[in-house]
């Protein structure tokens, strides 16, 4: 489920003895990339993962692969002097959204401009442009793109002060050694065998740099999509199982750093689907608790994150065929069975629910297809009016458009729910841009845009 922001263009056809470069944000490298390995000028071929790299703003200053400063919005990229505050040690005892504006990924609205762009319905255009100024999570899966978390809070900065508002920058964990491992579509960078766990935390170690220098911003993270998920239910898998113990580390590492510099953190749930079965959900409270006390009780756990880059409704109006025989078939249903499960055992239960791809219900043929489901369309806005105390806000954590994963059957990452008969083919690699599914989520988006 690899979600590193990418957007993938088609570079115009040359001439043998013309140089040829590919355009803005298209792919410039990856194990088995045959294309265009420079950009165009004005931009730079920037690391994402082996098998992808593309071209993002920014002169091509850098060695190859190297990730360069990309985002072309930012007032100021120099963190504060010595004397700037220290990030606060004591969080805000209620809702950490309240009361301040989030911040916008500039790299999604050059996204989402440039996938409008494509669009020569105007009706249609006028509806994905309004997606840019719709918040959502910015993904660190990576260690290269850590650096730019520093310009993204260096411009929230300049704007809160500029403004006179205070903003917060969301951000999603999601670099573990050996990651998703019941899947294929988007392995990490990391391999546990290869240092994964020392790797690991060198990169929370540069995410807590970054935060650091820029105490006035507020951050919310979401730590680690599908990862605790997989031990309460995928321990059968030989590679989670190896995994269960650097997973539990890393996690707890992550706590422990980003608390330091107070980011508020949501633990990833998985959704009520896959951790909301009565078999599981107990499991899950237990291992969720017996963790946040491991860390000691990091201060700025705020609870956990449910339905990340998955389908699920809030509040179903009646139960979709595949939920049958589990009573908690929508997210409500779920996070009210689990909360109080945490809660007496510690766990403080506050939640977040995504989103982002749930306009559109009863469209898969099983609860488990997770990868790029036909008919989607993007779904409620973030807000803070949730109808539910347990439930800090309803949040966009899944960029809509950046592609779940491949579906082609011949590709390394290829995974069988891509190619599942719910599945939208043909489905470029994982993070990066699937033009027809972001027109989709437009078109099908509930309430419309």
Not at 37 to 57: E, F, H, I, K
Not at 113 to 118: G, I, V
């Amino acid at each position: 489920m690899l979600k590193f922001a990418a957007l993938l263009s088609l570079a115009s056809l040359l001439p043998a003895f013309v140089e040829a470069a590919a355009p803005l944000y298209g792919q410039c490298g990856g194990q088995g990339w045959t294309g265009d390995t420079t950009c165009v000028s004005g931009a730079t071929c920037v690391y994402s993962n082996p098998y992808y790299s593309q071209c993002l703003p920014g002169s091509n200053t850098g060695n190859p692969g190297q990730t360069t400063t990309t985002t072309t919005r930012t007032t100021t990229t120099t963190g504060p002097t010595s004397t700037a505050p220290q990030p606060t040690t004591t969080p805000d005892a209620g809702n950490p959204f309240n009361g301040y504006e989030i911040y916008l990924s500039p790299y999604y609205a050059d996204e989402v401009a440039a996938a409008a762009a494509q669009i020569t319905d105007s009706t249609l255009k006028a509806k994905a442009l309004k997606v840019a100024s719709i918040p959502t999570f910015i993904w660190f899966d990576v260690i290269a793109k850590t650096p730019t978390l520093g310009t993204y809070l260096a411009d929230a900065s300049a704007k809160q002060k500029a403004e006179g508002k205070k903003y917060i920058v969301q951000i999603v964990v999601y670099d573990l050694p050996d990651r998703d491992c019941a899947a294929l579509a988007s392995n990490g960078e990391f391999s546990i065998a290869n240092g994964g766990v020392a790797n690991y935390k060198k990169y929370i170690d540069q995410l807590v740099a970054e935060i650091k220098k820029y105490p006035d911003v507020r951050v919310v993270a979401v730590i680690e999509p599908d990862s605790l998920a997989n031990l309460v239910t995928n321990l059968s898998v030989a590679k989670c199982s190896g995994a269960a113990s650097a997973y539990k580390e890393c996690t707890t590492y992550a706590m422990q750093q980003l608390n330091s510099v107070g980011v508020y953190m949501y633990l990833d749930a998985g959704h009520a689907g896959w951790l909301g079965w009565p078999a599981n959900i107990d499991p899950a409270a237990k291992l969720f608790a017996d963790l946040y006390k491991a860390a000691g009780s990091p201060k700025f756990v705020r609870g956990l994150a449910t339905n990340v880059a998955n389908y699920n409704a809030l509040n179903a109006a009646s139960p979709d065929p595949i939920t049958q025989s589990n009573p908690n078939y929508d997210e409500s249903h779920y996070i009210n069975s689990l909360g109080p499960k945490l809660s007496s055992q510690g766990f403080p239960a506050k939640f977040i629910v995504d989103q982002g791809r749930s306009g559109v219900q009863n469209i898969r043929n099983e609860w488990g297809d997770w990868c790029n489901v036909n008919g989607a369309g993007f779904g409620l806005r973030p807000t803070l009016n949730t109808g539910n105390s347990a439930i800090d806000a309803i949040v966009w954590i899944k960029p809509g458009g950046e592609c779940d994963g491949t579906s082609d059957t011949s590709a390394v990452r290829y995974d069988a729910h891509c190619g599942a008969a719910s599945a939208k083919k043909p489905a470029p690699e994982a993070g990066t841009w699937f033009q027809a599914y972001f027109v989709d989520l437009v078109r099908n988006a509930n309430p419309a845009l």
